[in-house]
């Protein structure tokens, strides 16, 4: 390698390619040689799966969204002091991709902050092999992966919305473009995304996003995405704002249920 700071390993397809035809193009970026060179040995025995790229740096990352066409790229959340902006940079870049991030410790702050970033799952350091290879298929069909302490930590999120102070307002209305908005939130859309849907721009959108939150008493794009879950909000622009947390009971534990068991990972369509 030249130019580029990133090791690369392309590697044959076989005759099927794997279960669907394709493989799942994976690049790691981590800072520990013996990480990267674990997860190429865990993924080398998967016949749908292939690490095409490595990266060690910050730096080698952003250089090989521009080099490769992968499916998911599996980033350690030390290869940056701000690992949520990271994330946030990278699928501005390299739209396609789905990010796990890896984490050293459990971190609500940051698991949220990723979450609400636009990644797709976030792993222990410590995770089982067969969990990572389930989590890599999932989050490649654009599922997204949560272990048991993160299932927790959003439903904590949820719980936490239901507390505040109800609003005086009985019913909120929502304008059509607002509604619209808020439809592609929920389908997982980034504000790009929804500003070509919409013919406006990325502020513009931000803006009115910032004017749902204020209607409907939410802070950021994870608590709406939560409360609609719970509530049809979009159904003719008009929405109920979100119930006391002793009113909730009922809707967190379909949640919880929808979630996963305590003991197992899940995946959020």
């Known amino acids: 390698m030249t130019s580029i700071p990133v090791s ?10 794997g279960s669907n035809g394709q493989f799942i193009r994976v690049v790691v970026a981590d800072t520990q040689a013996i990480f990267r060179a674990g997860l190429r040995k865990i993924f080398a025995v998967e016949d749908d799966i292939r ?22 790229l599996i980033l350690e959340a030390d290869l940056t002091p701000n690992p949520a ?9 390299w739209p396609g991709v789905r990010i796990v991030v890896v984490t050293t410790e459990p971190n609500q702050e940051l698991t949220l902050d990723l979450f609400r970033r636009g990644a797709h799952g976030v792993v222990s350091r410590e995770v089982e092999p067969e969990l990572l290879v389930d989590c890599v298929r999932k989050v490649s069909k654009g599922d997204s ?5 993160a299932t927790q930590w959003v439903l904590e999120a949820y719980r936490t919305q239901g507390t505040r102070p109800p609003t005086t307002r009985s019913k909120v209305q929502l304008t059509p473009k607002e509604s619209l908005i808020v439809t592609c939130v929920t389908q997982g859309m980034k504000n790009k995304e929804i500003a070509v849907r919409v013919g406006t721009t990325e502020q513009v959108v931000k803006n009115y996003l910032r004017k749902v939150y204020d209607k409907l008493g939410v802070a950021d794009r994870l608590e709406l995405a939560l409360y609609c879950l719970n509530n049809r909000v979009v159904e003719r622009g008009i929405v109920t704002p979100p119930a006391p947390a002793h009113t909730s009971p009922g ?19």
């Open 8 to 17: 690369v390993e392309m590697t044959e397809r076989p005759p099927d390619g």
């Open 51 to 72: 690490v095409v790229g490595q990266a060690e740096t910050l730096t080698q990352t952003l250089a090989a969204s521009k080099r490769f066409s992968a499916d998911v």
């Open 85 to 93: 902006d990271v994330v946030s940079e990278l699928l501005r870049q």
């Open 145 to 149: 992966w949560l272990d048991s302490q």
């Open 251 to 269: 809707n967190g534990a379909a949640l919880a249920a929808s979630a996963g068991s305590p003991q197992n990972p899940c995946k959020v369509s």
